[in-house]
């Protein structure tokens, strides 16, 4: 990192951000210790102290704090995360509508610094893959690597995910991974990698029984903490070399926490106490929380450089009132069972958390058009069966009543 421009702007930040703190008047949240615990002196010395992981046996170092950039429309946000020391940037070839991909690719390059920094990006979403044969899928994901590469100005990506996988199968696939094999042989991407927020234990458990996929990007937060099969299958796989991405890790809601939260806890101790419970466990390798301001930024990337909760963001975790109010739906899909009318609840909860809490009525869309095999919001006669087996309490009837007045 040396004396360049760039550690001088991160200084910058850092005690700029310190500071701001101080005027918020958060410095005295608990006695002895700060959000995060940067103090100006901290502050003046914090390049050195940002806390890196490596990403499993793909050797790529990391800051624990990357950036889900897929949210992001503002290059400025971008180019502020890369000089106060983000490397990794998240992306996918359907964030806006390629228009994110070409975004990050554009800033990198504008700065030269993408030899500097890990894009990972996303193809091959379940409508994309659906009905295929094998030859078709394997040109599917050529051509789908290649408008990537184009978009991101560059050669290569350096982790290449399949996106929005939820089943054994789709890691097991030898179409996909033929593809996927002859793409990294090429030098195309550096590393391969699942994403998944739906079942996620099983498709980890799949990924763990070989050397094939380098890295998964998980849904992973602290309401989750009682969900044994996903972290034992994350440990397992960790174990075999699999590099983790946490995302999700703000529960859908940490940013917008409802009324009764915010009456007791202020934003950047919930921000801190969620990212924090991710990364302390020490198989999550970073995580990529979205943002798309210079705030949100700052709140998060506090966080790369201690990882202790202080007293206040160990009772936020604990308050089980805070859990409640955020009814995160973990798309654990045990209530689809319940549906006496077949709706796809879990896969409306989450469209609900794009266009509701997200504030991404594309992302919204898209989701809403994976529903098969099921039925969609005008399915839902608020009876509250799926309520009845839901240990997360996901206020559903009231979720599904926003999407009605939405899409219906
Ligand atoms: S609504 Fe509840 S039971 Fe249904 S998928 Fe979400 S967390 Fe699971």
């Known amino acids: 990192m040396g004396n360049s421009n760039s550690e001088v702007s991160r200084r910058r930040f850092l005690t700029a951000s310190a500071t701001g703190l101080v005027a918020a008047g958060l410095a005295n949240l608990t006695p002895g210790a700060t959000f995060a615990q940067i103090t100006e002196k901290e502050t003046a010395g914090s390049t050195d102290n940002i806390i ?41 070839a359907n964030y806006q509508f390629g228009a994110n991909e070409q975004l990050v690719g554009s800033v990198l390059h504008r700065m030269g610094v ?63 991974r033929e593809a996927m094999a002859r793409i990294k042989a090429d030098g195309k991407a550096r590393a391969l990698g699942i994403s998944t927020h739906t079942n996620m234990a099983d498709v980890i458990d799949e990924v763990a029984k070989d050397d094939f996929w380098d890295v998964v990007l998980t849904s992973i937060n602290f309401t989750m903490a009682d969900d044994t099969a996903l972290l034992t299958a994350i440990n397992k796989a960790a174990d075999r070399g699999v590099g983790f991405v946490g995302m999700k890790t703000m529960a ?91 709706a796809d609840v879990p896969t409306l909860m989450r469209t609900h958390m794009y ?47 926003e999407l009605k007045l939405m899409y219906a």
């Not at 950036?67 to 106060?84: F, H, I, K, R, T």
């Not at 409508?127 to 184009?150: D, I, P, W």
């Open 52 to 92: 890196y992981r490596t990403l499993g046996r793909t050797g790529m170092k990391v800051p624990v704090v990357s950036m889900g950039a897929g949210a992001c429309n503002d290059p400025s946000v971008l180019q502020a995360a890369y000089e106060v020391g983000m490397r990794h940037y998240d992306t996918a």
């Open 114 to 176: 993408r030899d500097k920094c890990i894009i990972g990006s996303k193809i091959y979403t379940p409508q994309q893959r659906r009905n295929l044969t094998t030859e078709q899928a394997k040109k599917k994901l050529m051509s789908l690597t290649e408008g990537t590469l184009k978009r991101l100005k560059s050669d290569y990506v350096d982790i290449l995910y399949i996106h929005m996988v939820d089943n054994r199968d789709t890691v097991a696939d030898d179409a996909i």
């Open 355 to 401: 266009a509701a809490q997200y504030a991404d009525f594309y992302l919204a869309r898209q989701a809403l058009a994976e529903i098969s095999g099921h039925k969609g919001i005008t399915a839902c006669v608020s009876c509250d069966a799926c309520a009845v087996v839901c240990a997360n309490a996901v206020n559903v009837r009231e979720r599904i009543n």
């Open 252 to 342: 859908g809601g940490g940013r917008w926490p409802n009324p009764d939260t915010r009456q007791s806890y202020d934003q950047p101790t919930i921000t801190a106490a969620l990212l924090k419970w991710v990364l302390n466990n020490k198989n999550i390798h970073t995580i990529i929380p979205g943002f798309n301001n210079h705030q949100h930024l700052r709140e998060d990337f506090a966080v790369a450089t201690n990882l202790t909760l202080t007293d206040m963001e160990k009772r936020f975790l604990s308050d089980n009132n805070v859990k409640l109010g955020m009814g995160f739906c973990r798309q654990c899909r045990k209530c689809l069972a319940s549906c006496p009318n077949d």
